[in-house]
Nanobody, 119 residues
Framework: VQLVESGGGLVQPGGSLRLSCAAS????????MSWYRQAPGKERELVAA????????NYADSFKGRVTISRDNAKNTVYLQMNSLKPEDTAVYLC?????????????WGQGTQVTVSS
């Protein structure tokens, strides 16, 4: 199982980035996908989530209106479009795949991609 994030980098305040997470080794279309972020010294927090077939999305309140999560099941890839970036958005952004069947769940994580917002 692999989740490989890409698209991070250095961007100026007010700028945009599009993150990608390429999945392999599991049936991507059966998993809900999420983006989390973790800044130094802070807890990991949810940014956005999308259902397995993409029909439902969920955004953390602090990100609503600034980010859009999407997925392409044909390409086994989930995306996070981030706009109006702020310095406080600086963090490592991680991709998560999750599937719950009854009382069991499977969780996979990527290594993350660094996003730095600075002038």
């Amino acid at each position: 199982v692999q989740l490989v994030e890409s698209g991070g980098g250095l961007v100026q305040p007010g700028g945009s980035l599009r993150l990608s997470c390429a999945a392999s080794g599991f049936t991507f279309s059966r998993y809900a996908m999420s983006w989390y972020r973790q800044a130094p010294g802070k807890e990991r927090e949810l940014v956005a989530a999308i259902s397995s077939v993409g029909g439902s999305t969920n955004y953390a309140d602090s990100f609503k209106g600034r980010v859009t999560i999407s997925r392409d099941n044909a390409k086994n890839t989930v995306y996070l479009q981030m706009n109006s970036l702020k310095p406080e958005d600086t963090a490592v952004y991680l991709c998560n795949a999750r599937r719950v069947i009854g009382t069991k769940s499977a969780d996979y994580w990527g290594q993350g991609t660094q996003v730095t917002v600075s002038s």
